[in-house]
């Protein structure tokens, strides 16, 4: 079966630093790969996500995920953190389901 | 634009009442999802249709009942039978099946006191 997972529970950055949220899936085969963000009582926005060809798949709001086959991850990363980045952030997996990860919350410091 | 509302945002019910949850869409999307959220439990899967007058049980149908009358309509109805009701649920939409991206609603927080 897979499954899929983020590691850390809850980040917390100072704003203007790098980001770095992991994610990891287990699937026998290539799966499609999404994050999305959620805001405090809102809805989930798609960031970005990867089917197939380049690994490094940029998104929406500066942010960019890289699929790394031999490490089964996708790992998303921004260069430089703004305090409204502050959210919850899932990492969602299809291979033969559609399932997301237990989600990180980011926390940035001014 | 383009997208899915849910009304309404707060819902508050008394326990041994059923609740019904809106949600449309203006995507013209074929497929519709229903998620419950906990805090520390990320999303889980209430019942999802992918045509109209089609439903299927997601991981935890139990308690809560669907109808797909129009393509645009997914109303969730949380029943007396769910045993613990308060959480924020989700509505979603996707172009086609399974392997596409949701898109999501705003959200409704339903209290049951």
């Known amino acids: 079966a897979q499954s899929v997972t983020q590691p850390d529970i809850h980040i917390t950055v100072s704003e203007g630093a790098s980001l770095e949220l992991r994610c990891n899936y287990s699937y026998g085969a290539t799966p499609y790969l999404f994050w999305y963000v959620q805001s405090p009582g809102q809805g989930l926005q798609l960031l970005l996500k990867?089917?197939?060809?380049?690994?490094l798949v940029q998104g929406i709001k500066g942010f960019e995920a890289e699929f790394k086959r031999s490490q089964s991850s996708f790992n998303l990363r921004k260069p430089s953190v703004h305090w409204s980045d502050a959210a919850e952030y899932f990492c969602?997996?299809?291979?033969?389901?559609?399932?997301f990860g237990p989600g990180t919350r980011l926390s940035v410091l001014p | 634009d383009g997208g899915i509302t849910q009304s309404p945002k707060y819902l508050f019910r008394k326990e041994g009442q059923n609740v019904t949850l809106s949600c449309e869409q203006n995507?013209?999307?074929?497929?519709m999802y229903w998620y419950r959220q906990d805090p520390g439990q990320g999303l889980r899967l209430i019942y999802y249709s992918q045509i109209v007058n089609d439903f299927q049980k997601g991981d935890i149908a139990e308690g809560y009942s669907v109808s797909r009358e129009k393509k645009e309509s997914f109303p969730l109805t949380v029943t007396s039978a769910q045993k613990n009701p308060t959480a924020f649920y989700l509505c979603?939409?996707?172009?086609?099946?399974?392997?596409?991206?949701?898109?999501f609603g705003p959200g409704t927080r339903l209290t049951v006191t």
């Open positions: 990867y089917f197939s060809g380049d690994t």
């Open positions: 979603a939409s996707s172009i086609g099946g399974n392997s596409y991206e949701r898109y």
């Open positions: 995507l013209n999307h074929d497929a």
């Open positions: 969602a997996v299809y291979g033969q389901n559609f399932v």
